[in-house]
């Protein structure tokens, strides 16, 4: 399969899970808020190899609210993608402060699914890259 993540800040693609990693499997990364007293992300799931999100194709979206009010670059976030090996895809989006989540399952990673449209842009979250480097999703 192709690698698993999530838009960031400035249309970048974050992968979570890479290419060709082996089902079943779980992976997550630490996120955070990228404004002041922000209170909620939207969470844009992509598939792709391409580094701009707009190139890769869109599983859905949704909306983690009721983030904890606190300076950008303080709440954390995590962000979970499971594959079974029935090869269902569920993604979950936590805030480690409140432990508020939401998920989504996915039944089919092969095309893009119907879903509603969220729209992206005034609420964005930014990542924390495996190297230490912050990252802006």
């Given at each position: 399969p192709l690698s698993l993540?999530?838009?960031a800040q400035g249309g970048v693609f974050a992968k979570v899970i890479d290419?060709?990693?082996?089902?079943?499997?779980s992976r997550n990364k630490i996120f955070t808020t990228?404004?002041?007293?922000?209170?909620?992300?939207?969470?844009?799931?992509?598939?792709?190899?391409?580094?701009?999100?707009?190139?890769n194709m869109s599983l859905g979206n949704?909306?983690?609210?009721?983030?904890?009010?606190?300076?950008?670059?303080?709440p954390r976030l995590e962000v979970q993608f499971t594959i079974d090996?029935?090869?269902?895809?569920?993604?979950?989006?936590?805030d480690l402060h409140t432990d508020n989540e939401?998920?989504?399952?996915?039944?089919?990673?092969s095309r893009p699914?119907?879903?509603?449209?969220?729209?992206?842009g005034?609420?964005?979250?930014?990542?924390?890259?495996d190297n230490g480097i912050e990252e802006m999703i």
């Amino acid at each position: 399969p192709l690698s698993l993540g999530i838009e960031a800040q400035g249309g970048v693609f974050a992968k979570v899970i890479d290419r060709n990693t082996q089902i079943p499997v779980s992976r997550n990364k630490i996120f955070t808020t990228a404004e002041d007293n922000q209170t909620s992300v939207d969470i844009h799931i992509l598939q792709g190899e391409k580094g701009m999100a707009r190139h890769n194709m869109s599983l859905g979206n949704f909306r983690l609210t009721d983030i904890t009010s606190m300076p950008a670059g303080t709440p954390r976030l995590e962000v979970q993608f499971t594959i079974d090996s029935d090869g269902i895809l569920q993604v979950s989006a936590k805030d480690l402060h409140t432990d508020n989540e939401r998920m989504v399952e996915i039944t089919s990673v092969s095309r893009p699914l119907p879903v509603p449209e969220v729209p992206i842009g005034d609420r964005s979250i930014r990542g924390q890259a495996d190297n230490g480097i912050e990252e802006m999703i």
